[in-house]
């Protein structure tokens, strides 16, 4: 388990710990539970935003399937 030391602004600090009291309780380690889970869901969006922009990425450089190798449907069919 880590340890972080990070710097907060006093505004989001209060908001952040009146709505990690009301979801996770006052009890001891409820403010880093609720931490490891906001920061969870975090990193969990960025990751699936970034897979999304390459998915785009792909999209956008389009399919090649390759030539057809007949002139007409004619000669797919032996009749």
Do not use: C, P
């Amino acid at each position: 388990m880590g340890t972080l030391t990070v710097n907060v602004n006093n505004d989001v600090e209060k908001e952040f710990r009146k709505a990690a009291g009301s979801v996770h309780g006052k009890r001891k380690g409820a403010l880093g539970r609720a931490l490891t889970e906001a920061m969870a869901e975090w990193t969990y969006a960025k990751k699936q935003k970034r897979i999304a922009e390459e998915a785009l990425a792909l999209m956008g450089q389009g399919f090649r399937f390759g030539r057809r190798l007949y002139r007409d449907r004619s000669e797919l069919y032996e009749r």
